[in-house]
């Protein structure tokens, strides 16, 4: 079956970076578009960074220049790499890949927290 496993997150002051992954199985992973989103508390599920099988990424407008999404198909692995991390970065962050027709899959999400 479908598995999307996230691992990278923690605690980092403002101006640090983390590395996120996102281990995937169960679906041919170079295939499909691979998307990370966010949700802070009390706040909507947010796309962050999407990166087509090509390999064209989009940003969401509030990370561009600071986080950079990649993926290696060798190792069905994606990677959101997060640069000069702020407070309001914090939030627990998921991988997400649709399957055709429409089959939306979440892994567990991990938590991302920027604070001094």
């Known amino acids: 079956q479908v598995q999307l496993v996230e691992s990278g997150g923690g605690l980092v002051q403002p101006g640090g970076s983390l590395r996120l992954s996102c281990a995937a199985s169960?679906?041919?992973?170079?295939?499909?578009?691979m998307s990370w989103y966010r949700q802070a508390p009390g706040q909507q599920r947010e796309l962050v960074a999407r990166?087509?099988?090509?390999?064209?990424?989009n940003y969401a407008d509030s990370v561009k220049g600071r986080f950079t999404i990649s993926r290696d198909n060798a190792k069905n692995t994606l990677y959101l790499q997060m640069n000069s991390l702020k407070p309001e970065d914090t939030g627990v962050y998921s991988c997400?890949?649709?399957?055709?027709?429409?089959?939306?899959?979440w892994g567990q999400g991990t938590q991302v927290t920027v604070s001094s």
């Open positions: 997400n890949v649709v399957l055709w027709p429409s089959e939306n899959y």
């Open positions: 169960g679906f041919i992973f170079s295939i499909y578009a």
């Open positions: 990166i087509f099988s090509g390999g064209t990424t």
